[in-house]
C-alpha cells in the first residue's frame, strides 16, 4: 500500500470491544484492503448486539473520494466480521477495475460539500384524526451528509459500493444536483433537473 498507513476506528455500541479482536480485525481487514484497494485512507468498524446476533457495518474510505460499505450478522462477532469482511473483499474485487479506471481518469480527489437533511417519520402516537388534518409527518432525525461531485458513471458506482439504492450527488457535468437510484426492475434510474 502507498503512502500513510490505514486509519482503523473500531468501536462497539453498547458492547465492549476488546483488544484481541481488534488486532483480529486490523490483520484481516489489511490483508484485503491492501489486496484489492488502491490507496484506502481509513476504515471504520463498528459492532452492535441485535437480540442473540452481532453486526459489524464496516466502511473503507478511498484516496479516490469513493466508500465502501459493507455489513454482516452472525451470533458470533468474530464470525460476523468475518462474512462483513468477505463482502467487502466481493466488493472490492468486482469494482477494482472501475476504481482503478475512474482513479486514472480523474486529475484531482472527489470534491465533497456538506448538506442537512431530515428523516421524517410519522408518529404513531398521533391519532389519526389530528394526522388527517395535518398530513404532515414528524421530523425526528436532522443529520449532516457530504454531497460528492462525480460523474454520473462514477455516482453508480458509489451507489453500488455503498450497498444503498440511492445516491444524491452533484453532477461534475452538468454542475447541480442530480439523483441515481436501483428501479424495481434491476436497472438504474438518473434524476436529472432540466436547465435552462
Excluded at 498507513?5 to 484492503?33: C, E, M
Excluded at 451470533?75 to 477495475?97: P, T
Excluded at 455516482?155 to 439504492?165: C, D, H, I, K, S
Amino acid at each position: 500500500m502507498e503512502g500513510a498507513p490505514l486509519r482503523y476506528q473500531i468501536s462497539g455500541k453498547h458492547i465492549d470491544v476488546g483488544n484481541a479482536l481488534q488486532t483480529h480485525v486490523k490483520n484481516a481487514f489489511a490483508a484485503v484492503v491492501e489486496k484489492y484497494a488502491e490507496r484506502p485512507t481509513e476504515a471504520h468498524v463498528i459492532f452492535s448486539r441485535d437480540a442473540h446476533e452481532f453486526a459489524c457495518e464496516s466502511s473503507v474510505h478511498l484516496s479516490s473520494g469513493m466508500t465502501v460499505n459493507a455489513k454482516a450478522r452472525s451470533a458470533d462477532i468474530y464470525v460476523s466480521f468475518s462474512a462483513c469482511a468477505e463482502k467487502m473483499e466481493k466488493q472490492l474485487r468486482r469494482y477494482k477495475r472501475r476504481l482503478k479506471d475512474h482513479h486514472n481518469q480523474r486529475t484531482t480527489p472527489v470534491e465533497v460539500s456538506g448538506i442537512s437533511y431530515y428523516t421524517p417519520v410519522h408518529d404513531e402516537q398521533v391519532n389519526e384524526a389530528s394526522e388527517t388534518e395535518s398530513l404532515q409527518p414528524i421530523i425526528v432525525a436532522e443529520t449532516q451528509t457530504r454531497i460528492k461531485s462525480l460523474s454520473v458513471r462514477e455516482a453508480v458506482t458509489q451507489m453500488e459500493l455503498a450497498g444503498e439504492n440511492v445516491l444524491v450527488f452533484r453532477n461534475e457535468g452538468a454542475l447541480c444536483v442530480n439523483v441515481v437510484y436501483k428501479r424495481s426492475d434491476g436497472n438504474i434510474g438518473w434524476i436529472a433537473p432540466e436547465l435552462g
